[in-house]
């Protein structure tokens, strides 16, 4: 099973941009389809992208699709989640995360700690 670990959040200005990283530990990293959600103040935790296995396919909340783009390097064990024109409604706690490969919080089974991202309008 894997760790992770993600880094990379912080306070940026409406229009601006942010790269989040998720390192992971583990042998078995290259098997597992990676994901970002995201828990915004008040809301459930929701679906931002994921990436299969070999990161030949990747899905997007209709919410992020063009500003957004996730990847992958297995030789590293990391994901990361470029973040282009960020919006206030952007704000929130953001959790990389390792399963199958799905939209839903029950497809993956494990979870980093999360990392805050603060849009300023």
């Known amino acids: 099973q894997v760790q992770l670990v993600e880094s990379g959040g912080g306070l940026v200005q409406a229009g601006g941009s942010l790269r989040l990283s998720c390192a992971a530990s583990?042998?078995?990293?290259?098997?597992?389809?990676m994901g970002w959600f995201r828990q915004g103040p008040g809301k459930e935790r929701e679906f931002v992208a994921g990436?299969?296995?070999?990161?030949?396919?990747?899905d997007y909340a209709d919410s992020v699709k063009g500003r957004f783009t996730i990847s992958r390097d297995n030789a590293k064990n990391t994901v990361a989640l470029q973040m282009n024109s960020l919006k206030p409604e952007d704000t929130a706690v953001y959790y990389c995360?390792?399963?199958?490969?799905?939209?839903?919080?029950?497809?993956?089974?494990?979870w980093g700690q999360g990392t805050q991202v603060t849009v300023s309008s």
């Open positions: 995360a390792a399963g199958l490969w799905g939209v839903s919080r029950s497809d993956y089974n494990t």
């Open positions: 583990g042998r078995t990293f290259s098997v597992y389809t």
């Open positions: 990436i299969s296995w070999s990161g030949g396919r990747t």
